[in-house]
T-cell receptor, first 114, second 115 residues
């Protein structure tokens, strides 16, 4: 079974630009969560989607948004990039609803904002 | 509020030593889940274990063992006879029972196993 895939793996952008990151969950998984990892703030939850609906959102500004498609693939978008958005963005997928099981993480997208 | 504390920022041991990584959590939920993840230099988080709040049985998996104590809100992780391949950052995480998969992570413990 293929794991969680994230594209692109590396990205360099400049301040003010916007970026879209993509995540394909494990086949059959319907939940996709996104996390931001920085040296200063650690791993922080961004949002979670289940069956195309956002179920939970972390404490991030509105510049951070996401969506999920009918095939469970998810994208997250960051508009008006700031230097502080430089981070490793991790996507995780889980299989079931209502039961907290383990989340399987992808390799991440490393975003550098110059 | 939910919180996970990993007080050990970095631990360095010599191969074959045993090492324990500490994790203390705070939550008001009566039902919750605790996790340990390993993050090697490649960056991907690797799932190690999930434990729910009703199951205080300790668990052993090969060289890995976990000690869950609700009385002290701790969920510690021990690696027996450590190996160089165990070098990584280890994260403890907490999830509530709100039916979403929001994980609250600790700050991580970097483990360096020297040959």
């Amino acid at each position: 079974k293929a794991g969680v895939t994230q594209t692109p793996r590396y990205l360099i952008k400049t301040r003010g630009q916007q970026v879209t990151l993509s995540c394909s969950p494990i086949s059959g998984h319907r939940s996709v969560s996104w996390y931001q990892q920085t040296p200063g703030q650690g791993l922080q939850f961004l949002f979670e989607y289940f069956s195309e609906t956002q179920r939970n959102k972390g404490n991030f500004p509105g510049r951070f948004s996401g969506r999920q498609f009918s095939n469970s693939r998810s994208e997250m978008n960051v508009s008006t990039l700031e230097l502080g958005d430089s981070a490793l963005y991790l996507c995780a997928s889980s299989g079931t609803s209502g039961i907290v099981t383990e989340q399987f993480f992808g390799p991440g997208t490393r975003l550098t904002v110059l | 509020a939910q919180k996970v504390t990993q007080a050990q920022t970095e631990i360095s041991v010599v191969e074959k030593e045993d090492v324990t990584l500490d994790c203390v959590y705070e939550t008001r939920d009566t039902t919750y889940y605790l996790f340990w993840y390993k993050q090697p230099p490649s960056g991907e988080l690797v799932f190690l274990i999930r434990r729910n709040s009703f199951d205080e049985q300790n668990e052993i998996s090969g060289r890995y063992s976990w000690n869950f104590q609700k009385s002290t809100s701790s969920f510690n992780f021990t690696i027996t006879a450590s190996q160089v391949v165990d070098s990584a950052v280890y994260f403890c995480a907490l999830s509530g029972m709100d039916s979403s998969y929001k994980l609250i992570f600790g700050s991580g413990t970097r483990l360096l196993v020297r040959p």
